[in-house]
């Protein structure tokens, strides 16, 4: 399953959060070779605990959505980028 032009390719928004994922956790891949339905951690991205903090930091910031360590749906939150978009799209701040 290794496809270099995927059938899924990033939205507008998806690919304007993967750039902000990219500088924020210094990743060694461009916001455009992030899958957006390919796992954030493990042997996806190979994301760990202290990137999601991050992560969850950089969403508070830039798009008025919290993040708790609590949240029983965080594994579906960050499983992917396009999960984490989604959350953040029906999440954010009604202020744009």
Known sequence: M??????ASQTPFEHEVAERLVEA???EVTASEIEPEAPLF???????S???LEIS???GRDYG????SDNPDNK???SSLRALCQYLQA??????
């Open 91 to 96: 999440n954010r701040s009604s202020a744009g």
């Open 42 to 48: 493990g042997e996806g991205l190979g994301l760990d």
């Open 50 to 52: 202290i990137d999601a």
């Open 2 to 7: 290794n496809t270099t032009s995927s059938s």
């Open 76 to 78: 579906q939150i960050f």
């Open 25 to 27: 956790l210094q990743l």
């Open 65 to 68: 959505v919290t993040l708790r």
């Open 57 to 59: 930091l950089l969403v």
